[in-house]
C-alpha cells in the first residue's frame, strides 16, 4: 500500500461550486498533516496545516479522521484561482519527524 | 520567517555532464534540509536531507550526492548526468521545529538531453 494515496483527478468545477479531496496515509503513527498548494511549474507552498479537531481558513476547511487514516480539504465557493494541484502530506515517524511524504497531488480546475 | 534561494532556475544539460546546484537559506540557524526531485507528472521524492554541517542521509541510490559545507547552504551535485535525472529539485527547510511544515525554494528546472 503507497504511504499517501490521493485521487489524482483532475477535478473539473464550475466556479462557485464546492469540492472536496481526500487523501489517506498508511502510518498510524503519523502525527502532522498538511495540505499543500502547486502552480504549473511552481514550487509547492504551504495551504494549510491539518489539526485534529479539524480547522478552517476562510473558504478552505481541513478535516482529519485518525480511526480511518484520511484527511480532507474541502473548498467553498471556487475561484478559478483555486485551479492548481493539492498536495497531501504527512509526517513518516519511522524516519524520524523530520521526514514528510508527500501524496502525488489532486488536480483542479476551476471553469468559468 | 525563511527565505530560501536556489540557483540556477532553469538548467540544459548534456548527458554525462557534471551538475551542481545550490540552496542557500536565510532567516533561520541550524535548518533540517532537503532536496526534493519532481519527475514530469509525478510526486515528490526525497533525495537527501540534512540535520547539520556535513551530516547527509541519503533516501534513494544514484548517481547524485549531496554537500553541507555550511550551515545555511546545501549543494545538489552529480559527476555524470543521466537522462532519467531530467526533472524539478527543490530544497527545502522545516519552520522552527522539526514538525513544522517544509517550505521550498523556487527549484531548479533541470532538463537532461
Known amino acids: 500500500r503507497k504511504e499517501v494515496e490521493q485521487d489524482p483527478g483532475p477535478f473539473n468545477v464550475p466556479e462557485g461550486a464546492t469540492v472536496a479531496f481526500n487523501c489517506t496515509y498508511s502510518?498510524?503513527?503519523?502525527?502532522?498533516f498538511f495540505w499543500y498548494r502547486q502552480d504549473c511549474r511552481k514550487e509547492p507552498k504551504l495551504l494549510m496545516s491539518?489539526?485534529?479537531s479539524g480547522n478552517e481558513d476562510g473558504r478552505f476547511t481541513a478535516q482529519l479522521n485518525r480511526a480511518s487514516q484520511y484527511i480532507s480539504l474541502l473548498i467553498r465557493d471556487s475561484k478559478l484561482s483555486d485551479s492548481a494541484t493539492y498536495l497531501c502530506?504527512?509526517?513518516?515517524?519511522?524516519?524520524?519527524?523530520?521526514?514528510?511524504?508527500f501524496g502525488k497531488g489532486t488536480k483542479l480546475s476551476v471553469i468559468p | 520567517s525563511q527565505t530560501i534561494h536556489q540557483w540556477p532556475a532553469t538548467l540544459v544539460q548534456p548527458v554525462g555532464s557534471p551538475l551542481s546546484l545550490e540552496c542557500t537559506v536565510e532567516?533561520?540557524?541550524?535548518?533540517?534540509l532537503y532536496w526534493y526531485r519532481q519527475a514530469a507528472g509525478r510526486g515528490l521524492q526525497l533525495l537527501f536531507y540534512?540535520?547539520?554541517?556535513?551530516?547527509i542521509s541519503s533516501e534513494v541510490p544514484q548517481n547524485l550526492s549531496a554537500s553541507r559545507p555550511q550551515d545555511r547552504q546545501f549543494i545538489l551535485s552529480s559527476k555524470k548526468l543521466l537522462l532519467s535525472d531530467s526533472g524539478f529539485y527543490l530544497c527545502?527547510?522545516?519552520?522552527?521545529?522539526?514538525?513544522?511544515?517544509?517550505?521550498f525554494g523556487n527549484g531548479t528546472r533541470l532538463t537532461v538531453t
Open positions: 540534512s540535520v547539520g554541517i556535513g551530516q
Open positions: 532567516g533561520t540557524s541550524n535548518p533540517n
Open positions: 491539518v489539526y485534529s
Open positions: 527545502a527547510c522545516h519552520g522552527t521545529g522539526p514538525v513544522d511544515p517544509l517550505h
Open positions: 502530506v504527512v509526517n513518516n515517524p519511522e524516519a524520524g519527524s523530520y521526514q514528510l511524504t
Open positions: 502510518n498510524s503513527a503519523s502525527q502532522s
